[in-house]
């Protein structure tokens, strides 16, 4: 009896993630409204009462990605700050890697990238803390002597997400560019600028 309610269990977490699977490409495809229960249903193979024996509406499923995103992005952009003492010649390499998590998650998820970071009527909140996060960070990592102390890293982290979010949209979902290429992009512009070092040297002298 007692294999048999686990196999039940196992199922029943299977049918779940796979509603949540397909609500996000319909969700993702089609918008909210257009979205139809029955569309996720007849994909899935199962029936509305199945549905409803796991989320109470689809708004109910809509909201549960969309805080499964935020959750992961969260998770994610608080494990992306710079360690202390961190040799000076891999801090470059250490933050393209950073960067490479996150395009690399919006990759791997892109339908639910769509519906956190560009279709809910949270996206705006969730770019708003995911940048509040950025910016904690890097002051962080001015403090412990990585950037420059005379940058209003508000302003960097408002423009990082900024820049996160048009290429992820515009290169990553067009497959125009892969993460790592991404990430490497933004570290050079971001670090090193669009002046060459003549340009650069005249500025500073």
Request: no cysteine; glycine share 6%.
């Amino acid at each position: 009896m007692a294999k048999k309610g686990r196999r039940r269990g196992s199922d029943g977490e299977q049918s779940r993630a796979l509603l949540l699977s397909i609500a996000a490409e319909e969700f993702a495809v089609y918008g909210y409204h257009e979205t139809k229960i029955s569309n996720i249903v007849k994909k899935a193979g199962v029936s509305q009462p199945t549905f409803y024996l796991y989320f109470k509406s689809k708004e109910a499923i809509f909201q549960e990605l969309v805080d499964l995103f935020r959750s992961d992005l969260r998770e994610l952009t608080n494990q992306i700050r710079l360690e202390p003492d961190i040799d000076e010649a891999a801090v470059a390499a250490q933050i393209e890697e950073s960067l490479k998590q996150i395009f690399r998650f919006f990759d791997e998820n892109q339908n639910l990238t769509r519906i956190g970071f560009y279709v809910s009527v949270e996206s705006i909140e969730i770019k708003t803390l995911m940048a509040a996060q950025i910016e904690e960070n890097l002051v962080f990592e001015v403090e412990e002597g990585y950037f420059r102390q005379d940058i209003d890293m508000k302003i960097a982290a408002e423009s990082l997400v900024g820049v996160i979010e048009r290429l992820t949209f515009h290169q990553l979902f067009e497959g125009l560019k892969r993460p790592e290429e991404l990430s490497r992009e933004v570290v050079g512009f971001f670090l090193y600028g669009m002046l060459n070092s003549r340009q650069l040297t005249a500025s500073y002298s």
